[in-house]
């Protein structure tokens, strides 16, 4: 104000009023500018976090497709010796016909095979219950996952609808 007294040209005024003008818009820009760089730090940490939970869910979902891939070898292994006992048994009851004198102990041995068979199904049954098991933890573990990345979505969306309303302001 001091300064537009002392003058006494009017284009200077006029100047001198259009550059305070324009101080103040770029002081504006400036506070602006400042506020968008702290909502992008903030979403930054906020996808970091949720990177760090996507990274979990992985390690854990490695974990679990291991224990399932452990769990599925013991049923092959339980299958083929059902398979086993199966063969010896057949071999036993064909043994038993052709050996007719020896036929209440070949009985026994056939029936003793059947008996490790029965024993090996039900340890079969186990092992398809421990993978049933494990598959609901895949259930739970891929929810997390899905949630995660809904999230990682929205906060995506979010950071872009804010840059382009203050990319907007700006250029008002």
Do not use: C
């Not at 003058?7 to 006029?14: D, Q, R, S, T």
């Not at 103040?24 to 940490?45: C, E, H, P, W």
């Not at 949720?50 to 224990?67: A, K």
């Not at 059902?82 to 071999?91: G, L, Q, R």
Request: proline fraction near 1%; avoid cysteine.
């Amino acid at each position: 104000m001091l300064l537009r007294s002392s003058l006494e040209n009017e284009p200077v005024l006029i100047f001198v009023d259009e550059f305070n003008g324009l101080i103040t818009q770029v002081s504006n820009s400036q506070s602006l500018f400042g506020d968008v760089a702290i909502r992008l730090a903030n979403n930054a940490k906020k996808l970091s976090n949720i990177s760090v939970i996507i990274s979990t869910g992985m390690q854990e979902l490695e974990m679990y497709t291991s224990s399932v891939k452990t769990t599925f070898s013991k049923l092959q292994e339980a299958v083929q010796t059902a398979n086993d006992v199966t063969s010896a048994t057949n071999e036993l009851a064909n043994k038993s016909e052709s050996e007719g004198e020896s036929g209440k102990t070949v009985m026994t041995e056939a029936i003793s095979g059947v008996m490790m068979l029965a024993s090996s199904v039900n340890n079969a049954g186990g092992v398809i219950k421990e993978l049933g098991d494990d598959s609901k933890s895949f259930g739970g573990i891929i929810q997390v996952i899905t949630g995660v990345a809904e999230q990682t979505n929205l906060l995506a969306l979010n950071a872009a609808i804010e840059a382009a309303i203050e990319a907007s302001r700006i250029d008002e």
